[in-house]
């Protein structure tokens, strides 16, 4: 995915071994975290409560405002199912079920940097994009486009709409972008280059990360024989995270 604005941080050999083993025990709490939220949540992410007879089921309901919500959606697909995709540009109607789980996978960009200019595959572990759950996740689609998997139309559209029927959703239910922020996830919506300009949300964590030198990514990299890196949880934040119910009634009494 496109290059990411990441702090930069000179570490030694030992600094690293530590903070790369407390990064993971944190990206594997923060990951839990979410999993545990989206399975909470999911009662509210009811494909068919937005777009309605627009999804085929065994009891096609109309839905209000399901033709507004298709509308959109046929109209974020058309504008990105061209190039890499190269799929139709029209929805068929009703769409095929969408999966009501909901899924947070890892954000992750390329990174060129080093002696030699090297692709680095870097994960973000407090960043996911989310979606519905699908059976072509985003590396898959990846693998689709460049060529490393045979191209198959229909699981390369239903990815699209998994990703895009959450932007939707959100565009209709704006108070559920607010409690993903009451659970401290900052919400954004962002276009992946490589992807066609494929518009995802992205949660984060109110934790910081930074990125070592590239020479130093590199010779890890080197060691490892895996062009793949993790950006690394910056400790000291950790006792800063911002509480933004406790800033919201500071605000508030100030205004009174």
């Given amino acids: 995915m496109g290059q990411?604005?990441?702090?930069?941080?000179?570490?030694?050999?030992?600094e690293f071994l530590q903070l790369r083993k407390a990064t993971e025990k944190i990206a594997d709490a923060l990951e839990k975290r979410l999993k545990n939220h989206l399975s909470v949540l999911r009662p509210l992410f009811v494909p068919r409560k937005l777009f309605g007879s627009y999804i085929k089921s065994s009891s096609m309901q109309d839905v209000p405002g399901a033709d507004k919500a298709f509308a959109e959606l046929q109209e974020h697909y058309a504008a990105v199912c061209g190039g890499p995709f190269e799929l139709p540009k029209?929805?068929?109607?009703p769409l095929a079920p969408i999966s009501n789980h909901l899924e947070g996978t890892p954000l992750q960009y390329?990174?060129?940097g080093g002696a030699n200019d090297k692709e680095t595959k870097i994960t973000c572990p407090t960043k996911w994009v989310l979606s519905y759950r699908s059976e072509c996740p985003l590396t898959r689609l990846h693998a689709m486009i460049s060529g490393k998997e045979t191209r198959q139309p229909e699981d390369m559209r239903?990815?699209?709409i998994d990703h895009l029927a959450i932007v939707v959703?959100?565009?209709?239910y704006p108070a559920l972008t607010s409690?993903?922020?009451?659970l401290r996830y900052h919400v954004?919506?962002?276009e992946l280059p490589e992807f066609g300009g494929l518009p995802v949300i992205i949660l984060k964590a109110p934790v910081q990360t930074f990125l070592p030198p590239d020479d130093f990514i590199?010779?890890?990299?080197q060691l490892s024989g895996i062009p793949a890196f993790q950006e690394i949880v910056e400790q000291e934040a950790l006792k800063d995270i911002p509480d933004p119910l406790r800033e919201d009634l500071i605000k508030a009494a100030a205004e009174g």
Avoid: I, Y
């Avoid at 990411?4 to 030992?14: G, M």
């Avoid at 959703?169 to 209709?172: I, N």
């Fill in 188 to 190: 954004e919506t962002r």
């Fill in 218 to 221: 590199q010779q890890v990299t």
């Fill in 4 to 14: 990411e604005q990441v702090a930069r941080k000179s570490l030694d050999n030992q």
């Fill in 90 to 93: 029209k929805l068929p109607a």
């Fill in 158 to 160: 239903q990815a699209l």
């Fill in 169 to 172: 959703f959100l565009e209709h």
């Fill in 110 to 112: 390329t990174l060129h």
């Fill in 179 to 182: 409690l993903f922020e009451d």
